[in-house]
């Protein structure tokens, strides 16, 4: 078997899963209970997609994981953090994932969250010909369960 063959179609995308090196270990109670006994904490890897449409030349972004910076995040998240959190690691911005990949952020045309959460949304900034899209009713539950956080 060679692999899948599609026919010619301008509604292809290809999809590529990115590893956006963003790593948390969290406390379990906070997810699942009752908590089994060994395994009181979960770890996490965090991943956001890129999506290619050929045809077009558009490339999208579906999240950019944690932020590098998390520590520059709001004080209700930093608290959160040290409620649930027991480790945080980032190595590198998905920016510095994809370069190193080669491919540079000004060829993003779009990101788009699936929910407007901190390990979801990384740092817009870092994509200046982005626009961002997200759905509407995911981003207001978000914005109730996380005040103060910052609108772009």
Do not use: C
């Not at 179609?9 to 406390?27: A, H, Q, W, Y």
């Not at 994981?65 to 945080?88: E, H, M, T």
């Not at 982005?130 to 207001?140: E, K, M, P």
């Not at 109730?144 to 956080?149: L, M």
């Amino acid at each position: 078997m060679t692999g899948i063959s599609a026919p010619p179609s301008d509604s292809i995308v290809r999809v590529r899963l990115i590893n956006t090196t963003g790593l948390m270990t969290v406390r379990a109670q906070g997810f699942i209970e009752p908590v089994q006994r060994g395994h009181e904490l979960l770890s996490f890897p965090t991943y956001a997609f890129l999506i290619d449409h050929e045809p077009s030349g558009k490339r999208v972004m579906f999240d950019l994981g944690i932020r590098k910076d998390y520590w520059n995040l709001p004080a209700v998240l930093q608290l959160r953090f040290s409620q649930v959190i027991v480790a945080l690691k980032v190595d590198e911005d998905v920016t510095e994932v994809l370069e190193s990949g080669g491919i540079g952020v000004d060829s993003i045309d779009s990101v788009i969250w699936s929910h407007y959460h901190w390990d979801h949304i990384g740092n817009l900034e870092l994509f200046p010909r982005a626009r961002r899209s997200t759905s509407g009713l995911a981003s207001r539950i978000s914005l109730v369960s996380y005040p103060g956080f910052p609108t772009y």
